[in-house]
């Protein structure tokens, strides 16, 4: 059974850089996309970016300049770098598994529990 | 930039069919997905594909697409359906995903 695991700081100063890291277990990274999404408090699924086990990305438009997503197939672990974050990127970020694999998209068929990440000085 | 549409909430009551739709003008070209989430849980896959059911989830739960809507339909609603679902999609050329703002099922 595949499982995901989000870590890494729950509090992040204004300004400062969002990591986190998503550690598979139970599957490798192989022939699937990976991705993370966010959920303010009380609001609705943001899809932030995805990344190919081979390292290609997309991005939401609306963060491209500021997040970079990466792949480390060595340790089955992908990453989430948020730039210049600020109060509205308070919210729980999942990471999961898909929307697709190496045969076609089908969705996001596994995912971390999530992690709250709370912007405050 | 591209955005799916979902009703706030839908309310119905046990062994009643409730229908959860979602609209985006790219849905034609794209497939859409559809997540259950519960309180304080990660969301969970329940339609791929526009139609098809993932391994575990109930036959109840059935999807239907037409022209720039799409509709998740889940017969004979229980209890334990109450809970908050979103669609997803991407765009008209598949560049990026998006989440319908999520409907609230409600079992009265």
Same mark, same amino acid.
């Given at each position: 059974?595949?499982?995901?695991?989000?870590?890494?700081p729950?509090?992040?100063?204004? $300004?400062?850089?969002l990591?986190? =890291?998503?550690t +598979?277990?139970?599957g490798s990274l192989?022939?699937?996309?990976?991705s993370w999404i966010r959920?303010p408090?009380?609001?609705?699924l943001?899809?932030?970016?995805?990344?190919?086990?081979s390292? $290609? =990305?997309?991005?939401?438009?609306?963060?491209?300049?500021?997040?970079?997503i990466? +792949?480390d197939?060595?340790r089955?672990?992908?990453?989430?770098?948020?730039?210049?974050v600020t109060a509205?990127?308070?919210?729980v970020?999942?990471c999961?598994?898909?929307?697709?694999n190496?045969?076609g998209?089908?969705?996001?068929?596994?995912?971390?529990q999530?992690?709250?990440? *709370?912007?405050?000085? | 930039?591209?955005?799916? *549409?979902?009703?706030?909430?839908?309310s +119905?009551s046990?062994?009643?069919t409730?229908r959860? *739709?979602c609209? @985006?003008?790219?849905?034609?070209?794209?497939?859409?997905?559809w997540?259950?989430?519960?309180?304080?849980q990660?969301p969970v896959?329940?339609?791929?594909?526009?139609?098809?059911?993932? $391994?575990g989830?109930?036959?109840?739960?059935?999807?239907?697409s037409? @022209? =720039?809507?799409?509709?998740l339909t889940?017969s @004979?609603v229980?209890?334990?359906?109450?809970?908050?679902?979103?669609?997803?999609?991407a765009?008209?050329s598949? *560049?990026?995903?998006?989440?319908?703002g999520g409907?609230?099922?409600?079992?009265?």
């Amino acid at each position: 059974q595949v499982q995901l695991q989000e870590s890494g700081p729950g509090l992040v100063k204004p $300004s400062e850089t969002l990591s986190l =890291t998503c550690t +598979v277990s139970g599957g490798s990274l192989r022939s699937y996309y990976w991705s993370w999404i966010r959920q303010p408090p009380g609001r609705g699924l943001e899809w932030i970016a995805y990344i190919y086990y081979s390292g $290609s =990305t997309k991005y939401n438009p609306s963060l491209k300049s500021r997040v970079t997503i990466s +792949v480390d197939t060595s340790r089955n672990q992908f990453s989430l770098k948020l730039t210049s974050v600020t109060a509205a990127d308070t919210a729980v970020y999942y990471c999961a598994r898909g929307p697709g694999n190496s045969s076609g998209w089908y969705g996001n068929d596994y995912w971390g529990q999530g992690t709250l990440v *709370t912007v405050s000085s | 930039s591209y955005g799916l *549409t979902q009703p706030p909430s839908v309310s +119905v009551s046990p062994g009643q069919t409730a229908r959860i *739709t979602c609209s @985006g003008d790219a849905l034609p070209k794209q497939y859409t997905y559809w997540y259950q989430q519960k309180p304080g849980q990660a969301p969970v896959l329940m339609m791929y594909k526009d139609s098809a059911r993932p $391994s575990g989830i109930p036959e109840r739960f059935s999807g239907s697409s037409s @022209g =720039t809507t799409v509709t998740l339909t889940i017969s @004979g609603v229980q209890a334990e359906d109450e809970a908050d679902y979103y669609c997803q999609s991407a765009d008209s050329s598949g *560049t990026y995903w998006v989440f319908g703002g999520g409907t609230k099922l409600t079992v009265l």
